[in-house]
Every structure is written in structure tokens, then in C-alpha cells.
């Protein structure tokens, strides 16, 4: 192997160039139009433009990176995660065009790329699996009468791709047309399959993985579970080992689970074996309430292989996101580990050779809101945290990064190692804090309040925990007076010299906006950075300098970068804020009572769907669009009660942030 193409992009580019650098192989990036001056672009010993924009004009074209490896003369293939990674038909081309698939076999990815075809496999070797639906026929009819058969509550899945999408909860039958429509529509884009099936939804279980390797000559290892439980619309965003429940009976028993199903299926390379495991894992206490046993598999006070504490999700056949989490575990290169493994090398491990040491955590910062809409834009500063001390941060974040609405909101990850959880988790939170991310939202200040939830703290994070403490951990990022006075202040002198060594005698009104909220200042420049700062007939002392603000006494770490139109976002400690001047706007009236006229797209997207019609009555949750936004489907609600007066837009337009959806008719007036 002498040159090897990454059919891939950001963080994950970065990450297989790193290591094939380091064992001597060239390396050739590939690129979009809105990647052109993307950092793995740059870090590529050679760089091939495949044109277009969007993943189907670019990354998703075979043949397009066939003909790039063949022009770069690329001897080696390595997809990445994502994109085309656990497509068969792009791993048999790529081994037709003579190149060395650095992945598992096409047939292996093809009996398990399918979770149907992998829980069919599962279950003629023993491993536990769900009751469910797997079959061929499609048809709406035959999903209402399975899903009847298994009882509810049921789980829709699309039977390709991950991530999430193509998921659906059902608790009843009347939701479950609309649910296979929606699910259908989301794994048709994001797959290019519309394939679905059913399973019984287990409704607090963990969300556990396991990482198996295997080799071409037989032999095949697991380097222990991943918690991947603390998720937000099906997507991980915590992912931590060893998991807080499993412990080494347990873990082996997951382990040979997960190896049984590689073996079973021909694997060869790197493989996560994803399970569900629910009820009371430190005892024997039989299957969870309202679910069989697992088929195949037995209860451990009969002496069976397996528990039935745990059921198989799906096996994802590449490497995934947080596998630096199994790295910085047993401090193996796992990119390494796959090149070795496609050159025909055996694995450089046994079983009993894999050590996991201390204790592993990664958060996945993305470009998001709290309420995890995703957001384009610009990134106007961006800092590492001190990168040691068991820290690590694989990203492809740069101050002029463009973050498009054509990929995946995430932006990187960062991962922290340390001796115990507790010591891990603290590490985490504290470089989160010390990250500075500014010029669109993102969700890391959201990641570190997680991190210090006390239900996360003690280990007790299950799949619905966002869902149950989603709201309290929301309220936890509202910045304290003294943030919101430093990032206002900040934003105010921002590009300006601090006030000079003459005081002006005159107090200078300012008024900003937080949201909803506004707050109007009277500042007395006292001269050599001084300020004396009224609020709401509260009197602070301030002083401006290079580093910040500080405020009656405090200190406080400011970084401020303008969006434009009066809108600043600023960085205060491990506060984020987006404010708004409102100095020179004219005073807004409440309208008719206040109530919404109107709705906005809330981020960029492409309308999927337009439910909306002028003239018709609408309930206040109601969806009335849906719009497709970095590969996720989002439903759109109507914030009110009202009579729909006109629609702006039209299914299979793109929309910008801000942009008018629909108009509202005023709220009748009663007497």
C-alpha cells in the first residue's frame, strides 16, 4: 500500500491521514465545491475535486471516486464512516478496479449492512434479538398486522444506513402510517433505500456497543463495550467506556456475542456489534417487562450463553465515530489496525493481550442549538483547550470554516482519558469550557452541563435521559447577570479602543437583546477602561481590558466576534451568547395581544414537505413542514391556534435561517 484515497471529509479525512502519514503512505483527499479549502483538503499529500455540492453530486459517487483514485494513482481505498462506507456495491468496485478495500468484505457488508439480514443471521446463531417484522414485503398493510402480532409499543427502523434516521417510536396503531411514510421519505434520502422494519421498543434500555476485529486468517477479538446512551434524535453524542452498567462477566458476555456475529458473517476489519441492554444487569433477573426472551437465547440460570438482559440492535460494518473512545481505552491505533488488516496481516493482538486501562469519554460538538436544530454558517474564532493531560481533539474546525447545510452538523470530537470516570467526566467538562467555538450556535456548552448532570455523574444515563432531563439542563446554560452584563460590554467596546484616560461626563445609553429578554445600561466612562454601569437601578464597577471584563471585582474572560446587523456572539468563561443592539431600533409594539403572525425557517434546509394550505385551521403543534437539514428530516409545528393566511414557500425549495414560511390571519377578536 503506497497511496491511499479517503472517500471521505473533516474530521475523519484528518483522522486516516494522520495515521497513514505517520506509517509512510501517501495520502489523496477528495472534495466537494464547498470543501475546496477544507483542512483535510490542505493536510493531503494530493487533493481530487469531485465536484458539486451536495453528498449525491459528490461523496456518494462511485464511479466519480473510482476515476479519482485511478488519476491520483491511489492503490488503496479507505471510506471513512459515512457516505459509501457500508455500501457493498462501492466495496466490490472498488476491489473490481484493483484497489485494496481498507473495510470488510462486500458479502460480509451486504449479510450485515442490512439489520434485517444481520438479525436473521443473529438469530440462527444465538444471539439475542427483539421480536419484530424483518421480512421483504413492504406493504403498509403488512406492517399494521405485524406490528398488532408483536404489540405495542413498536420501534420503525430503516433497514440500511444509522445515524438515526429513519427511526420512528410508535406507541399506537393510529401513529404508525404516518410514522412509516415519514421513516420511508428520511431513509429514502439519507440511503437511498426506503426499506423498513419493525421491532418492540424497549423504552429505558442502554444503548451498548461493542468493538470486534477480525482478521483474514480466522481470528477474531473484541476490545470491550462502549455506553453509547445519552443520544438526541437517535444520534449519540456521549459516548464513554467501560460502561457504568456492564461489568467483566457481562462485558464477556457481550463480547462473545459480538464476536459469534462477525464470525458468522465472514467478517474481516473493524466492526461495532450495537445492543440494547435493559433490566437489572448485576443480577439474574430474566427478560425486561413486556419483552420474550431473546430468541436463541437463554436465561443464565439455565446455563445458556447469554443473558437476556441485552438484545442486538444492528451490526454497523466500519469504523464508527467514537472509536478514539477504544483508543484512548487500550491505547491502540484502530486506523492502523484496519490498514494492517486489509494489506493481509494478522491482527497484532490476542484476546487476552487487549488491556482496557482507566476510563474513556467523548462528546460530539456539533453545530446546533440547545433544542438541536442545526445551524450553517460561519466560524468566526475558534480555540483548542490545552491539549493534554489525557485530552484529545479530532476536528476540522478552523476561524473561515464554512459549516454547510449539505453534511452532518457535527464538527468534531473531544475525547478525555483519565484513571477513573469521575476523573474522566471532570477533565471533559472543564476543556469544554475551555473551548472557544463562536460565529454559529453550537452545543457545546449543552455537552458540559450534561456532563455534570447528577443522573450522568452517577452513571445512571439511559436512552431517554435528554428526554427527561433535557429541559432542566437547558435551564442550567442561562448565563448569570454578571455573563450577560461581560458580554454586553464586550460586544459594545468590541473593535474599539477602551475608553481613553479622559472621562466623558455624559452616561452612554445602551439597550441589547438576549432572546426575549432586553436590557438597557446607562455607562459612565470614567477613562482608562473604567466604567460605571447602571442596570435596571443596580450600579456596578467595570473595567475593560485585553482578556475581558471584570465586574465589581470579578474577572471575567471575554471573546466577542460580530454576525453582522448589530448581532454579536460572545464567549464569556463557559457562557455562549447571541446578542442583538438594540440602541438605535425603534421601540416594537405588541401587535394584536402579542400573537405570532408568522413563522420563520429556523435554519437552513431544504423543504421536504408542505402540510400548510391557505385558508385551513391549524392547532398549535400541528407539523406544517418538514425540512431536510445536514441529513436529519426536522417537523416544523404551528407555535399557535390560528388560520393559515398564506404560504411563502414550496416543497423542494431551499430555505435560509429567517426566511418566511407562512403568514398567520390576526387572532378574532371577542367580546
Not at 433490566?279 to 427478560?287: E, H, I, L
Not at 438484545?311 to 486506523?335: A, C, I, K, S, Y
Not at 438594540?582 to 435554519?603: D, I, K, N, Q, T
Amino acid at each position: 500500500m503506497r497511496r491511499l484515497l479517503i472517500a471521505n471529509r473533516g474530521e475523519i479525512a484528518r483522522r486516516v491521514i494522520r495515521t497513514a502519514h505517520r506509517m509512510g503512505i501517501a495520502s489523496v483527499a477528495v472534495y466537494s465545491d464547498p470543501d475546496a479549502k477544507a483542512l483535510h483538503v490542505r493536510e493531503a499529500g494530493t487533493a481530487f475535486a469531485l465536484g458539486g455540492a451536495s453528498s449525491a453530486e459528490s461523496y456518494l459517487r462511485i464511479q466519480r471516486l473510482i476515476d479519482a483514485a485511478r488519476a491520483t494513482g491511489a492503490d488503496a481505498l479507505h471510506p471513512g464512516y459515512g457516505f459509501l462506507s457500508e455500501n457493498a456495491d462501492f466495496a466490490q468496485a472498488v476491489t473490481d478496479a484493483g484497489l485494496v478495500w481498507v473495510g470488510p468484505p462486500p458479502e460480509a457488508i451486504r449479510a450485515l449492512g442490512s439489520k434485517s439480514a444481520a438479525k436473521a443471521l443473529a438469530q440462527r446463531h444465538g444471539v439475542p434479538v427483539l421480536p419484530g417484522y424483518f421480512g421483504d414485503d413492504q406493504r403498509d398493510e403488512t406492517f399494521i398486522a405485524e406490528a398488532a402480532r408483536i404489540g405495542y409499543p413498536v420501534m420503525v427502523k430503516a433497514v440500511a444506513g444509522g445515524g438515526g434516521r429513519g427511526m420512528r417510536l410508535v406507541t399506537e396503531a393510529a401513529q404508525l402510517p404516518a410514522a412509516l411514510a415519514s421513516a420511508r421519505a428520511e431513509a429514502l434520502a439519507g440511503f437511498g433505500s426506503a426499506d423498513l422494519l419493525i421491532e418492540r421498543a424497549v423504552l429505558r434500555p442502554r444503548h451498548v456497543e461493542v468493538q470486534v476485529f477480525a482478521d483474514a486468517h480466522g481470528q477474531c477479538i473484541h476490545l470491550g463495550e462502549r455506553d453509547c446512551s445519552v443520544q438526541r434524535r437517535h444520534q449519540k453524542i456521549i459516548e464513554e467506556a467501560p460502561s457504568p452498567a456492564v461489568g467483566p462477566a457481562l462485558r464477556e458476555q457481550l463480547g462473545a456475542a459480538a464476536v459469534a456475529l462477525a464470525q458468522a458473517a465472514g467478517y474481516v476489519g473493524a466492526g461495532t456489534v450495537e445492543f440494547l441492554l435493559e433490566g437489572d444487569v448485576g443480577t439474574a433477573a430474566g427478560p425486561p417487562q413486556g419483552c420474550a426472551a431473546p430468541s436463541g437465547g437463554s436465561d443464565p440460570r439455565s446455563g445458556g450463553a447469554w443473558g437476556p438482559h441485552f438484545f442486538l440492535m444492528e451490526m454497523n460494518t466500519r469504523l464508527q465515530v467514537e472509536h478514539p473512545v477504544t483508543e484512548m481505552l487500550t491505547g491502540l491505533d484502530l486506523v492502523e489496525w484496519q490498514i494492517r488488516v486489509a494489506r493481509g496481516e494478522p491482527l497484532p493482538l490476542t484476546q487476552d493481550q487487549v488491556q482496557l486501562k482507566g476510563h474513556a469519554i467523548e462528546v460530539r460538538l456539533c453545530a446546533e442549538d440547545e433544542r438541536f436544530n442545526p445551524h450553517a454558517g460561519t466560524v468566526r474564532a475558534f480555540m483548542e483547550p490545552p491539549l493534554a493531560d489525557g485530552l484529545r481533539f479530532d476536528h476540522a474546525i478552523e476561524p473561515g470554516t464554512e459549516v454547510t447545510p449539505h453534511y452532518d452538523a457535527m464538527l468534531g470530537k473531544l475525547i478525555a482519558h483519565a484513571a477513573t470516570r469521575e476523573q474522566a467526566v471532570e477533565r471533559l467538562a472543564h476543556a469544554l469550557d475551555a473551548t472557544v467555538l463562536l460565529g454559529l450556535p453550537s452545543n457545546r456548552a449543552f455537552l458540559a452541563a450534561c456532563l455534570r448532570h447528577p443522573v450522568f455523574g452517577a452513571g445512571g444515563a439511559l436512552i431517554p435521559f435528554l428526554a427527561e432531563q433535557g429541559e432542566g439542563i437547558r435551564a442550567a446554560l442561562r448565563p448569570p447577570h454578571d455573563a450577560v452584563l461581560a458580554a454586553v460590554l464586550a460586544a459594545a467596546y468590541a473593535g474599539q479602543p477602551a475608553p481613553g484616560a479622559l472621562p466623558c461626563p455624559f452616561a452612554r445609553p445602551l439597550r441589547w437583546a438576549l432572546g426575549d429578554a432586553l436590557f438597557d445600561l446607562a455607562v459612565l466612562e470614567k477613562g482608562n477602561g473604567r466604567l460605571n454601569v447602571t442596570v435596571d437601578g443596580r450600579p456596578h464597577t467595570a473595567v475593560l481590558d485585553a482578556m475581558g471584563v471584570t465586574i465589581d471585582g470579578a474577572h471575567h474572560t471575554t471573546t466577542a466576534v460580530t454576525l453582522g446587523e448589530g448581532r454579536w456572539h460572545v464567549q464569556v468563561g463557559p457562557h455562549t451568547l447571541m446578542l442583538s443592539d438594540m440602541s438605535h431600533a425603534a421601540r416594537a409594539s405588541a401587535g394584536a395581544g402579542g400573537a405570532v403572525s408568522e413563522l420563520r425557517a429556523p435554519f437552513n434546509g431544504k423543504l421536504v414537505a408542505v402540510h400548510a394550505r391557505p385558508g385551513a385551521r391549524v392547532a398549535k403543534g400541528d407539523t406544517l413542514f418538514a425540512i431536510e437539514s445536514m441529513k436529519i428530516e426536522h417537523q416544523i409545528a404551528a407555535p399557535r391556534d390560528a388560520t393559515v393566511q398564506a404560504v411563502s414557500v414550496s416543497a423542494g425549495q431551499q430555505v435560509a435561517p429567517g426566511q418566511l414560511l407562512v403568514s398567520f390571519a390576526s387572532p378574532e377578536v371577542t367580546a
